[in-house]
């Protein structure tokens, strides 16, 4: 079953200070820590915009190349361009939080990760 984009800003909205930001100038949604924006799209898109590495970038590539590519415009800084109907939704969501931990201030990262540890454990 393909990915939707309201999965998408689910699993963001339920990070810590996740949020959802339109942009009219360029007509598209936002998802974002604050004023950074780490997730581009929108409900009526068949694809997402997600910051990342230029490590990971080629590493998305190289492995899914017909579901993950260098996102026009911000490719050169490692965004992805995520065909969302070719996506695994659980290494998606992986890549969206590990967009949301580049994106998040360090200390909220640690005290997510020390959160979900706990979590685990118990």
Do not use: C, H, I
Request: aromatic share 12%.
């Amino acid at each position: 079953m393909p990915v939707t984009w309201q999965e998408v800003r689910e699993w963001v909205l339920a990070l810590p200070g996740g949020r959802e930001s339109f942009v009219e100038q360029w007509g598209d949604w936002t998802l974002r820590y604050g004023e950074k924006m780490f997730v581009v799209g929108g409900p009526d898109y068949d694809t997402v915009s997600v910051k990342a590495s230029k490590e990971e970038q080629a590493e998305l590539v190289s492995g899914a190349p017909e579901t993950y590519s260098p996102a026009p415009y911000v490719g050169r800084y490692g965004w992805v361009r995520v065909v969302l109907a070719e996506a695994d939704a659980g290494e998606l969501r992986q890549v969206v939080t590990e967009a949301w931990r580049r994106t998040a201030p360090k200390k909220v990262v640690r005290d997510y990760d020390s959160a979900q540890g706990q979590a685990d454990q118990g």
